[in-house]
């Protein structure tokens, strides 16, 4: 556990977004640049050592960068587009350049293969139009896991350890057909493909040489995993994601896929399916026990848990930014010229902290209008595909939350709030006390 924690900046000139321990003051940064500098130039860390990086910070910014592919393509997928170009990490977390060669490449080199491979391979499972059909078994798994300690005394519990971290590694596993006595070494190989969002420097996430050779190693040993569990999956087949990836024809191709590819799917399945949902389920249960009688007006009417959920995804991005946009050529966002070749960061947890989009950003407003247009899945083209799966465990996580609880707050004196590293937004661990609901 890395415990720095950078002083409040008062200041443009305190503003470091990426120094250690900055995540524990990023709002106020974003009050800063939002004022003062909402373009902010990062010298020498562009796509090439001649060129810069710039940190977006406003909402509609980025909100036209995300929708413009053909000037602000991914650095992976600028040369498909006839420009050139440095691999960077991709939106969709797939960092390593094994997944790059087997993912990208293969299956999504432009934007309408990418279209189609999110249409036709991902969203039947996890986006919004096949998310609902897990709501049986992820419910089964919420109650699974409040029945492990709701009748303990003291009605105490660890929420990211026994209930946050958990829930999706047991719903994102069993969507991929893969077996659940493997979750212990499954989140070992989820934390070695997050590793570079949480330990990397800088706004490109960047690891030493020792450090990418032990990572690399961790990812290597997941990738055989996830090989045998294709193998498996061809010679016997499930009602699962792998199988169905094994099988389908891919019309965008006109042919069934290879088994590189299908790891490749899998690969940004597993990685976007598992500590960003945990993220934004405990910054949940930090809001709520910050407002109990918000914890209660859901209770009372738990139509209005899917308002919550979008604002506390709003307010806590569990994704604060990433380096996946490069200028194809040259432009000028707010009088700041960005040459061709240039990195952009964008800053998706300022974005949705925007006072000029959202009013009183800070405050949790379940009558919001069009309260799910925040960036916290981004927008565009390269939406999260796993954005549906999500919301979905959220919603059910606090549908059964507020039911089977009448209570859930901070145990007085345990909680430091103290945030990982890097560019996500995750608790460490949140220690609270509740009460069980009658009846």
Not at 276 to 304: G, V, W
Request: hydrophobic share 40%; glycine share 8%; proline share 6%.
């Amino acid at each position: 556990m890395i415990n720095a924690v950078a002083k409040c900046p008062v200041n443009l000139e305190d503003v470091d977004l990426f120094e250690p321990g900055a995540q524990e003051h990023w709002a106020d940064a974003y009050k800063i640049l939002h004022a003062e500098s909402p373009v902010q130039r990062i010298p020498g860390e562009g796509s090439t050592p001649d060129t810069d990086g710039f940190v977006i910070t406003k909402y509609q910014d980025i909100y036209d960068i995300v929708r413009d592919p053909w000037t602000f393509p991914q650095p992976g997928f600028a040369g498909a587009e006839g420009n050139s170009t440095a691999g960077m990490s991709t939106e969709d977390g797939e960092a390593s350049a094994l997944a790059d060669a087997m993912a990208l490449n293969t299956l999504r080199p432009n934007l309408e293969l990418h279209k189609a491979h999110r249409i036709e391979l991902t969203d039947p499972w996890v986006g919004a139009t096949g998310a609902p059909r897990h709501r049986p078994m992820v419910e089964k798994f919420v109650d699974q896991l409040i029945d492990e300690w709701i009748d303990r005394d003291p009605a105490e519990i660890e929420f990211v350890e026994e209930f946050a971290a958990p829930l999706p590694q047991l719903v994102m596993t069993t969507i991929l057909g893969w077996p659940l006595e493997d979750l212990d070494i499954l989140r070992k190989w989820g934390q070695a493909q997050v590793r570079r969002f949480v330990y990397g420097k800088g706004h490109r996430n960047l690891m030493s040489d020792a450090e990418e050779m032990e990572n690399a190693k961790d990812l290597g040993d997941f990738m055989a995993y996830v090989q045998e569990q294709v193998t498996h999956k061809r010679e016997n087949p499930g009602d699962d994601m792998t199988t169905f990836l094994t099988q389908v024809t891919y019309q965008a191709m006109n042919r069934k896929l290879t088994d590189n590819e299908v790891i490749g799917v899998l690969f940004g399945m597993h990685i976007g399916g598992l500590e960003t949902t945990q993220y934004a389920i405990a910054a949940e249960a930090q809001l709520l026990a910050e407002n109990p009688a918000l914890f209660q007006e859901l209770k009372a009417d738990p139509s209005k848990v899917r308002f919550f959920a979008e604002e506390g995804m709003r307010i806590h991005a569990p994704t604060q930014g990433l380096s996946t946009r490069m200028a194809a050529k040259d432009v000028e966002i707010r009088g700041v010229p960005i040459p061709q070749g240039s990195i952009l960061h964008l800053r998706y947890g300022a974005a949705n902290l925007d006072d000029e989009e959202f009013g009183c950003p800070a405050d949790v407003d379940l009558a919001r209008p069009n309260t799910g247009r925040h960036m916290t899945f981004s927008q565009g083209i390269r939406v999260c595909p796993g954005a549906g799966i999500s919301r979905l465990e959220q919603n059910i996580a606090w549908e059964r939350l507020t039911q089977r609880l009448d209570t859930l707050e901070f145990i007085p004196g345990k909680n430091d709030f103290r945030h990982q590293p890097g560019i996500m937004l995750g608790l460490w661990e949140l220690h609270m006390q509740f009460t069980k609901a009658a009846g």
